[in-house]
């Protein structure tokens, strides 16, 4: 009887080892990707350890219905750790991490943890700026369709320069704003130009790429009526400015500053005036971006400054034959397309495009080309 007792307890004991030996499945979370929220890089997860467990089985793909992961090489990664940064994948989508803790043969059931994946910033928006009789600036641009995560702000940036980079010195992040336009009152002066970039956040935290610059001037506060004009001489060699006003300028200076860095006075201080007119001659300027200031007051004290820029290009533009192509044998009426393009760092833009033909060593005109994009 007694060995009957003891042969039952041995194998009830059997019985309980398998219970004794069952390991918990882990419990997940993540800092990076909490449930329901678009996440971008990187991708961690963590759970708490699971006693008994010597190590953890995971796996991230695409498939919600993966079956516990097995422990082998190229189907499931190995951790001894309790948490883990998965490499990033390659597009954006719904993932799933899969995870089992492991003891010698025995293992958990599997957790199935679903997060959601952005791993590129909005496309580039259009941006427009134009400015308000009461010297603020209007910014609007077009929305920018994310695909994943959607857009959750655009970052604003303001130079007082052309052809700025957002990281520049003397560039201002002036706000992160939602939505699709903005105003800006902050800190502008009158009779001003400034250059605004934006930049799009998607909700995932990813940056897009830097939208075109645009170039506003604040209206001025005044009653001079003041018309500023720059135009470039015949020659091409010297800059003709000229001063209007419809009543006397009472107080005031014009300074430039020139493209490596000097500052060139036209005149301060002197007696009340109504017209002006000097030359500039480019002869000794490098080619860049000049700056004009005016300072310019009324008699009763209104301040009426104005600035101006002038792009100073002395790069070539170039232009490639589109249609007809070379020695192509033509007749009838022939249409004439060509691909125009302005060269070097700061591009005044192509003005126009003439036409010529070759008549027995003669050059002739046949007109200017009309713009189709």
Same mark, same amino acid.
């Given at each position: 009887?007694?060995?009957?007792?003891?042969?039952?307890?041995?194998?009830?004991?059997?019985?309980?080892?398998?219970?004794?030996?069952?390991?918990?499945?882990?419990? %997940?979370?993540?800092?990076?990707?909490?449930?329901?929220?678009?996440?971008?890089?990187?991708?961690?997860?963590?759970?708490?350890?699971?006693?008994?467990?010597?190590?953890?089985?995971?796996?991230?793909?695409? !498939?919600?219905?993966?079956?516990?992961?097995?422990?082998?090489?190229?189907?499931?990664?190995?951790?001894?750790?309790?948490?883990?940064?998965?490499?990033?994948?390659?597009? !954006?989508?719904?993932?799933?991490?899969?995870?089992?803790?492991?003891?010698?043969?025995?293992?958990?059931?599997?957790?199935?943890?679903?997060?959601?994946?952005?791993?590129?910033?909005?496309?580039?928006?259009?941006?427009?700026?134009?400015?308000?009789?009461?010297?603020?600036?209007?910014?609007?641009?077009?929305?920018?369709?994310?695909?994943?995560?959607?857009?959750?702000?655009?970052?604003?940036?303001?130079?007082?320069?052309?052809?700025?980079?957002?990281?520049?010195?003397?560039?201002?992040?002036? %706000?992160? %704003?939602?939505?699709?336009?903005?105003?800006?009152?902050?800190?502008?002066?009158?009779?001003?130009?400034?250059?605004?970039?934006?930049?799009?956040?998607?909700?995932?935290?990813?940056?897009?790429?830097?939208?075109?610059?645009?170039?506003?001037?604040?209206?001025?506060?005044?009653?001079?009526?003041?018309?500023?004009?720059?135009?470039?001489?015949?020659?091409?060699?010297?800059?003709?400015?000229?001063?209007?006003?419809?009543?006397?300028?009472?107080?005031?200076?014009?300074?430039?500053?020139?493209?490596?860095?000097?500052?060139?006075?036209?005149?301060?201080?002197?007696?009340?005036?109504?017209?002006?007119?000097?030359?500039?001659?480019?002869?000794?300027?490098?080619?860049?971006?000049?700056?004009?200031?005016?300072?310019?007051?009324?008699?009763?004290?209104?301040?009426?400054?104005?600035?101006?820029?002038?792009?100073?290009?002395?790069? !070539?533009? %170039?232009?490639?034959?589109?249609?007809?192509?070379?020695?192509?044998?033509?007749?009838?009426?022939?249409?004439?397309?060509?691909?125009?393009?302005?060269?070097?760092?700061?591009? !005044?833009?192509?003005?126009?495009?003439?036409?010529?033909?070759?008549?027995?060593?003669?050059?002739?005109?046949?007109?200017?080309?009309?713009?189709?994009?």
């Amino acid at each position: 009887m007694f060995r009957l007792s003891k042969l039952f307890f041995l194998l009830a004991l059997l019985l309980l080892l398998p219970a004794a030996f069952a390991l918990d499945a882990p419990v %997940v979370s993540s800092d990076t990707h909490p449930p329901g929220v678009w996440g971008g890089t990187p991708i961690v997860f963590k759970w708490a350890a699971i006693a008994g467990a010597t190590h953890y089985c995971f796996v991230l793909d695409s !498939s919600a219905e993966t079956v516990a992961p097995d422990c082998v090489p190229d189907t499931a990664a190995f951790t001894k750790r309790t948490d883990v940064d998965v490499p990033p994948k390659i597009r !954006s989508d719904e993932y799933f991490f899969h995870i089992k803790s492991v003891s010698g043969s025995v293992s958990s059931s599997t957790t199935t943890y679903s997060i959601k994946l952005d791993i590129g910033g909005p496309p580039v928006p259009l941006l427009s700026a134009t400015p308000n009789l009461d010297g603020s600036i209007d910014l609007s641009w077009t929305e920018a369709e994310d695909d994943a995560s959607g857009v959750k702000a655009h970052e604003i940036y303001r130079c007082n320069l052309p052809n700025f980079g957002i990281y520049d010195e003397g560039v201002s992040l002036i %706000v992160k %704003v939602a939505g699709l336009s903005f105003n800006d009152s902050n800190n502008l002066w009158p009779g001003y130009a400034y250059y605004y970039k934006i930049r799009p956040i998607d909700n995932a935290g990813n940056l897009g790429q830097t939208s075109n610059e645009v170039r506003a001037i604040t209206v001025a506060k005044c009653d001079l009526g003041i018309s500023f004009s720059i135009n470039l001489s015949d020659d091409k060699k010297h800059l003709l400015l000229g001063l209007r006003a419809v009543d006397k300028i009472a107080h005031g200076w014009l300074k430039a500053t020139l493209p490596d860095g000097g500052i060139y006075t036209f005149f301060a201080e002197q007696v009340p005036f109504t017209d002006w007119n000097s030359e500039f001659d480019l002869n000794q300027t490098k080619e860049g971006v000049i700056q004009f200031y005016l300072s310019a007051k009324e008699f009763f004290g209104d301040n009426c400054d104005q600035n101006k820029e002038f792009i100073y290009d002395i790069t !070539s533009p %170039v232009i490639q034959f589109a249609s007809p192509k070379y020695n192509e044998r033509v007749s009838e009426t022939v249409a004439l397309q060509v691909k125009a393009f302005d060269q070097g760092n700061f591009k !005044s833009g192509i003005k126009s495009v003439d036409f010529f033909v070759d008549e027995n060593n003669h050059w002739k005109s046949i007109g200017s080309g009309a713009e189709k994009g």
